[in-house]
């Protein structure tokens, strides 16, 4: 069983920085593939970035040049951090970890980022 545990979310202002973190336990050797995602009220759900096991990522046109995802496998550890934050950038910031076994993947508990002056 893979768990995932968000922290660093908060209220900035414009311009700002955070950096999220995800605490991974469980059967870390299951997880092939890591995303943040974000869902901001009324909209969908919008993948921010991922990252492989090798160190591979891949960002959205929205948060390229911008944010960065890391991951710290001693400190069994995922990371994005946020520069030059935007209202537009308000969302709760969910991350999740494609597995190789059942089931299949799994979903952290998520944490609000409130960007607003």
């Known amino acids: 069983q893979v768990q995932l545990v968000e922290s660093g979310g908060g209220l900035v202002q414009p311009g700002g920085s955070l950096r999220l973190s995800c605490a991974v336990s469980g059967n870390i050797f299951s997880i092939y593939r890591m995303y943040w995602y974000r869902q901001a009220p009324g909209k969908q759900r919008e993948l921010v970035a991922e990252i492989t096991t090798d160190g591979s990522t891949n960002y959205a046109d929205s948060v390229k040049g911008r944010f960065t995802i890391s991951r710290d496998n001693a400190k069994n550890t995922a990371y994005l951090q946020m520069t030059s934050l935007k209202p537009e950038d308000t969302a709760v910031y969910y991350c999740?970890?494609?597995?190789?076994?059942?089931?299949?993947?799994?979903w952290g508990q998520g944490t609000q980022v409130t960007v607003s002056s």
């Open positions: 999740n970890a494609a597995l190789t076994l059942p089931p299949y993947q799994c």
